[in-house]
């Protein structure tokens, strides 16, 4: 039997169920759930955005955003993935034939008002908790800035924010070495996760 597709859709259910089956201290995994937020309500999330992210290089960024965060509550009603939706969408917005990491920066570079709009809208629909207030260009407001430099007032106090302010330089120059170096070390990618 041949093997499945590598589509950006499928790499990312496969990042989201990875996530969510890793044994880790705080959050839901096997035999770790809550009232109302299990494993199966971050499996059909995962199952629910694959296709919007395999169609995010041919959208603008927002709205791949804000239609992930449309499936989810089609599947489920609590915020199970609106942080990985944030982190997955500017890297499945890069096409596989470019090379990630300067794709990623021109996906960055281009994001509009427009894109703001639509992640504040999918941001307030996912109701995530603790969400605070923001001096400017609060979530509740209406933007007036492209996404990447309302992420960038929010860098300080938000590690998704910070990612869109620095070409995600957290993941690439510590979290894939790291994650790579577990991999090996330990020969078991839960350990990695």
Same mark, same amino acid.
């Given at each position: 039997? @041949?093997?499945?597709?590598? =589509? ?27 009232? #109302? ?6 499996? /059909? ?9 395999? $169609?995010?290089?041919? $959208?603008?960024?927002?709205? !791949? ?10 599947? /489920?009603?609590?915020? !199970?993935?609106? &942080? +990985? ?8 917005? /890069?096409?596989?034939?470019? @090379?990630?990491?300067? #794709?990623?920066?021109? /996906?960055?570079? %281009? =994001?509009? *008002? ?8 999918? +941001? %307030?629909?996912?109701?995530? &908790? ?9 979530? %509740?407001?209406?933007? =007036?800035?492209?996404? %990447?430099? *309302? ?14 302010? !620095? ?12 994650? +790579? ?13």
């Amino acid at each position: 039997m @041949p093997d499945p597709p590598h =589509t950006i859709g499928t790499l990312a259910q496969v990042a989201c169920t990875w996530e969510v089956m890793a044994r880790k201290a705080g959050n839901v995994c096997p035999g770790r759930e809550f009232p #109302g937020l299990t494993v199966h309500d971050f499996l /059909v999330s995962a199952a629910a955005i694959a296709p919007v992210l395999e $169609q995010a290089p041919q $959208q603008p960024l927002g709205v !791949t955003i804000l239609r992930s965060i449309e499936e989810t509550r089609k599947v /489920v009603n609590t915020n !199970t993935n609106l &942080g +990985i939706v944030l982190l997955l969408a500017p890297l499945a917005s /890069v096409p596989l034939d470019r @090379p990630l990491r300067p #794709g990623l920066c021109e /996906v960055l570079a %281009r =994001t509009t *008002v427009e894109d703001s709009r639509n992640v504040y809208t999918a +941001i %307030r629909l996912a109701k995530p &908790g603790g969400l605070g207030e923001a001096k400017e260009q609060d979530v %509740r407001d209406e933007p =007036t800035l492209p996404l %990447r430099d *309302v992420m960038a007032l929010a860098k300080d106090r938000d590690l998704i924010a910070a990612q869109y302010a !620095t070409d995600f330089e957290i993941l690439f120059e510590a979290g894939v070495p790291h994650f +790579i170096d577990r991999a090996q070390h330990r020969k078991i990618i839960e350990w990695a996760i």
